[in-house]
């Protein structure tokens, strides 16, 4: 099969594109065999340079509401996806904030307690312990006291989640980042993380506009709908 062949896929993926919606549907020959059009290949086409930068769910469902004539769905779940692109974008700057406005942490600075950390941070105690049950810090204690002590990692943790939740990130959010920061020994070692990072944001960005160029050329290929526009759901 062409159509197979020009994008290195088995006969059966065409079929299976077919049957999930992904391709329009084909009509038959005398035989029964699937006769595909220059309108199916615009449509592989387009699903496979979707896929790239929206996600093989995201540009599957894209080309099943193009396909039962529903652009407007499909063009909501783009939007959707350039939305989350956005935010983590967004997530990318803060975290690259906090992490510049962090200082390496000196291993010679005293251990320090509760008390005179929150007070550092100007937040309650009560939010340090939240923070150790989510996994931000982890103090370890004074075996004849019991008190919390807190290294200078600690402290480095405990900033860095404090100026994340500054910036509106959710505990459960920041908690992946400080794991990340602890198994890289510190915050230089995440620069190269963070461009690699980067890298794949602008690689998604780049792919969502090559995408777009392919749906575009589909939906221009595509027949004009029936007057009045897709039969809604019952």
């Known amino acids: 099969m062409d159509l197979a062949r020009e994008h290195g896929l088995s006969t059966q993926a065409i079929r299976n594109y ?4 992904i391709l329009p549907a084909t009509g038959r020959s005398p035989h029964g065999y699937r006769a595909y059009a220059p309108l199916h290949a615009q449509a592989l086409r387009a699903f496979l340079a979707l896929v790239p930068g929206h996600g093989h769910q995201t540009a ?13 769905d499909a063009l909501r779940l783009i939007d959707e996806s350039h939305g989350q692109l956005l935010d983590d974008r967004r997530t990318l700057q803060a975290v690259e904030a906090a992490l510049h406005d962090l200082a390496p942490v000196p ?3 005293g251990d320090t307690f509760i008390g005179p950390l929150a007070k550092r941070l100007g937040i309650r105690p009560a939010t340090l312990r939240k923070w150790e049950r989510a996994g ?10 019991g ?5 200078a990692a600690d402290v480095r943790d405990a900033r860095l989640a404090h100026q994340l939740r500054r910036g509106g990130y959710l505990l459960e959010q920041i908690a992946p980042l400080i794991a990340q920061v602890r198994s890289a020994g510190g915050v230089a070692p995440l620069e190269s993380t963070l461009h690699g990072w980067q890298a794949r944001l602008s690689a998604r960005s780049r792919a969502m506009l090559t995408g777009a160029a392919a ?20």
Do not use: H, W
């Open 215 to 234: 749906l575009e050329a589909y939906l221009s290929y595509r027949p004009a709908p029936p007057e009045g526009g897709p039969t809604a759901p019952a």
């Open 18 to 21: 077919e049957d999930a919606g």
């Open 60 to 72: 599957t469902s894209i080309m099943q509401a193009v396909n039962r004539d529903a652009t407007e």
């Open 136 to 145: 931000l810090v982890r103090p370890r204690r004074d075996p004849q006291t």
């Open 147 to 151: 008190y919390r002590v807190y290294s």
């Open 107 to 109: 291993q010679e600075r």
